[in-house]
């Protein structure tokens, strides 16, 4: 690897054995392997889209799917159709019963405005889950 920096890290023995464990389920060829993509994950996964840079990924919402909702999530697809790749969607019941509408956006463009995108699903009134994923 380019531009690796060797540090020491401290684990439980019990943790150590899930770790081993782990990189031998998973093919992985090294426990610094499989720490550097845990690792990876969490920082795309905590801090996505903090950057001015080209990134792909896909953002996931739930919701009550009233007038109100349906309008706004419409609107917002229009808005920044730039950085939307696609748009899967379903209606879907929910383990309480209840409709719901899913709607899975495959994104790709400047960090900034998927950014943008989100904090404005992030908004929707009756959202019952979101999530966004950036790779």
């Known amino acids: 690897m380019v531009n690796v920096e060797r540090i020491s890290i401290s684990f439980p023995k019990f943790l150590l054995k899930e770790i081993d464990e782990v990189v031998k389920k998973k093919g992985y060829s090294s426990r610094s392997e499989l720490i550097r993509d845990a690792v990876r994950k969490y920082v795309l996964e905590n801090n996505p889209l903090n950057k001015n840079e080209t990134v792909s990924g896909i ?30 969607q379903a209606y879907v019941t929910t383990s309480c019963g209840k409709n719901a509408k899913v709607e899975i956006f495959v994104v790709e463009g400047n960090s900034k ?23």
């Open 59 to 88: 953002i996931i919402v739930v919701y009550n799917p009233t007038k109100e909702a349906l309008e706004k999530m419409s609107k917002l697809y229009f808005e920044h159709n730039k950085v939307i790749k696609s748009l899967n």
């Open 113 to 135: 405005d998927i950014s943008k995108f989100y904090e404005e699903i992030e908004k929707i009134n009756g959202k019952i889950y979101d999530k966004v994923i950036i790779f």
